[in-house]
């Protein structure tokens, strides 16, 4: 049988959403001293159908991209969880959609519910002011406080 793809392929060098907020939770950890860490859950969006009030699964147009919730716990209080935002993207890994941001720090960085960074560049500039934001440092010195 003949190979009937006809094309060549070399890696790209493109850097994941998901992998650049697995390097920022590590280096969290080294700012903290292993005291605030980040879990990077993937999860599915769910829909309700108001008419019978239960639980569907996700809708057929969601199963093509990936969703990350960046939550900030601490090693003093593991149970509880400060959900700053979560990601959306496709296969092609950009453009990226920040979603469900913290109110406090949207209002920070004065930005719309929902933010879409077209270039790893555009991300991190984003993810950046993000972590950067009072509300973010206010509750890692919280959870590093151990007054939970």
């Known amino acids: 049988m003949d190979n009937l793809w006809e094309f060549k392929l070399t890696p790209e060098e493109i850097v994941s959403p998901k992998t650049i907020l697995d390097e920022q939770s590590k280096y969290l950890m080294e700012i903290t001293k292993d005291i605030v860490f980040v879990n990077i859950d993937e999860y599915k969006p769910r829909k309700k159908n108001n008419l019978l009030n239960s639980i569907y699964d996700v809708n057929d147009e969601e199963i093509d991209f990936f969703y990350y919730r960046f939550v900030l716990r601490s090693k003093f209080k593991k149970d509880y969880g400060f959900r700053m935002f979560s990601i959306k993207y496709s296969i092609s890994m950009y453009p990226v959609e920040i979603i469900n941001l913290d109110t406090d ?3 920070e960085i004065n930005c719309q519910s929902k933010q879409i960074a077209k270039s790893e560049d555009e991300f991190k500039k ?3 002011k993000i972590l ?3 509300k973010v440092i206010k509750v890692i ?5 151990n007054q939970l």
Request: charged content about 15%.
């Open 141 to 145: 010195k919280v959870l590093m406080s």
């Open 126 to 128: 984003i993810i950046k």
């Open 105 to 107: 720090i949207l209002t």
């Open 132 to 134: 950067n934001s009072s």
